[in-house]
C-alpha cells in the first residue's frame, strides 16, 4: 500500500514538473522573441524544477528500470553470484544516498538558520532545495526495494533497460509482418 502511494505521488509530481516546466520555457522564449521581455524569475524557476525534475526520475527510473544497465560483468557470474555483486551494489548505492542525504540535511539547517529566500523568487531557499533530501530519500526507498527483492529471490540483478534485446524484439516483430511473435 506504501509502495502504491509513493508511486502515484511521485508519477503526479513528475508530471506535474514536466509540464510546468516545459510550460514555463515555452512562455519566456514566446515572451522574449515575440515581445522582447521575459520574466526575471523564469531562468532560476526552470533550474529549480529541473532539479527536482532529475532527482524524482532518478527515483521513477530505478523503479521502472529505465536506467542503462552495464551489466556485461555481472553476467558472467552465477545466480547467487549476480545476487551478491547486486546486495553489495545496493548498499554502495545506500551509504551514498545516506552521506549525501546527511550532508543535505545539514545544509539545509544551516539555510533554514540563515532565513535567505532565492535570488529571484520570495521563496526561501531551504523550501527549494529541500529537494535534496526529498529525492535521496525517494532513491533510497528504491534501492531498499530492489535490495529487498534480492533478498526475497525476487530478483538477482538491478532492473534495467536492454535496448539490444528490446532492439532485437522489434526486428524479429518487423521480420513477422508486425504482430507479435
Not at 129 to 147: N, P, Q, Y
Not at 155 to 181: I, Q
Request: proline share 1%.
Amino acid at each position: 500500500m506504501f509502495l502504491h502511494v509513493l508511486n502515484k505521488i511521485e508519477e503526479a509530481i513528475i508530471c506535474l514538473l514536466l509540464v510546468t516546466t516545459t510550460g514555463l520555457v515555452f512562455l519566456d522564449v514566446i515572451m522574449r522573441f515575440g515581445f522582447n521581455s521575459g520574466f526575471i524569475w523564469s531562468q532560476e524557476l526552470t533550474l529549480l524544477l529541473s532539479a527536482w525534475f532529475v532527482l524524482f526520475g532518478c527515483s521513477y527510473g530505478i523503479k521502472q528500470g529505465s536506467h542503462i544497465g552495464v551489466d556485461a560483468f555481472v553476467k558472467l557470474f552465477s545466480t547467487v553470484g549476480r545476487r551478491i555483486l547486486t546486495t553489495i551494489a545496493c548498499l554502495l548505492s545506500l551509504a551514498y544516498c545516506g552521506l549525501i542525504g546527511y550532508g543535505s540535511y545539514d545544509y539545509l539547517q544551516q539555510m533554514i538558520s540563515i532565513n535567505i529566500d532565492l535570488e529571484d523568487l520570495p521563496i526561501p531557499t531551504w523550501m527549494a532545495h529541500s529537494i535534496l533530501v526529498i529525492g535521496f530519500v525517494f532513491i533510497s526507498i528504491r534501492l531498499l526495494v530492489v535490495l529487498w527483492h534480492v533478498i526475497c529471490g525476487k530478483a538477482d540483478v538491478f532492473r534495467h533497460a536492454d535496448e539490444a534485446k528490446e532492439s532485437m524484439e522489434l526486428v524479429e516483430e518487423l521480420k513477422n509482418g508486425g504482430s507479435k511473435a
